[in-house]
């Protein structure tokens, strides 16, 4: 047998290599993604415990100063990260218009929940390329700009708030159907009754959207309430309670 044909035949191994990656990517930016709403919706527990998650971000606690470098260079690398799990996720988008024509006659056809589900996930994961990429430069290019009022400063006066809700919607929706089609395909939890827990994960995806949906409404409401009490006074910073013996009141500067 010809080295070209021993070639031809020996099989490729990098769309197999490639849709690990794109798995370990997504679940990654998943798992930061629902960590990252529970830290930022701190908000709902009062201005201070958001200015102390603000100071963690910034590594206050750890070098008793903060460093807002830190959170460019963390954004630079969930950025990155996007990047690399869009690139990845494009080898499986169509990528011309009659290929879409008969992607919408299948889904039409088939009425199948989770090629459905699936077609969901392309449109917001080319949403969420574009949104989330807006929302990293924000955050790489102004890091210290986060704060009880610097945050809520940026929502409501910074008029950012449409784009942060309709970014909410995107991700968590991208972000539950990923984690539930990543289960399903390395068959996960399913057992000795697939077609039964599969139906349950179904369930418990819609309710983990929900949840972080909710969750994020919440926490967009509180920082669009401070930010709107706080419009005459765009520019100051937050004093926490912890910091009166110094002298300040809290919102003082």
């Known amino acids: 047998m010809s080295s070209a044909v021993e070639r031809a035949l020996k099989p490729n191994r990098w769309p197999a290599w490639m ?3 794109q798995g370990a990517t997504g679940l990654f930016l998943v798992l930061f993604m629902w960590t990252h709403m529970f830290l930022v919706s701190s908000i709902l527990l009062g201005k201070d415990a958001m200015y102390f998650v603000a100071r963690l971000f910034e590594a206050e606690p750890l070098f008793g100063k903060p460093y807002p470098m830190l959170v460019s260079g963390f954004a630079v690398f969930i950025l990155s ?3 690399v799990h ?3 996720a494009l080898r499986r988008f169509p990528n011309s ?3 879409y024509r008969t992607l919408h ?3 039409g056809g088939l009425k199948h929940s989770d090629t459905t589900l699936w077609y969901v996930q392309v449109v917001t994961g080319f949403a969420l390329f574009f949104l989330a990429s ?3 430069y924000q955050l790489i290019s102004h890091p210290s700009d986060i704060g009880p009022y610097a945050s809520s400063d940026r929502v409501w006066s910074g008029n950012v708030w449409p784009l942060y809700l309709l970014l909410l919607f995107v991700v968590e929706l991208h972000a539950g159907i990923g984690i539930y089609r990543l289960v399903v395909k390395w068959g996960l939890f399913l057992g000795n009754n697939p077609k039964r827990n599969r139906r349950r994960l179904h369930v ?3 309710m983990l959207t929900v949840f972080f949906l909710v969750l994020g409404i919440a926490t967009l409401a509180a920082y669009m309430k401070i930010g709107a009490e706080h419009a005459d006074r765009v520019g100051e910073r937050y004093i926490p ?3 009166q013996q110094d002298g300040l009141k809290p919102g003082e500067h």
């Open 19 to 21: 849709d690990m990656a």
């Open 105 to 107: 006659s299948h889904i």
């Open 204 to 206: 418990i995806k819609w």
């Open 81 to 83: 990260l996007i990047i």
């Open 241 to 243: 309670s912890y910091h």
């Open 134 to 136: 807006v929302h990293l």
């Open 86 to 88: 869009a690139f990845l």
């Open 97 to 99: 218009a009659s290929q």
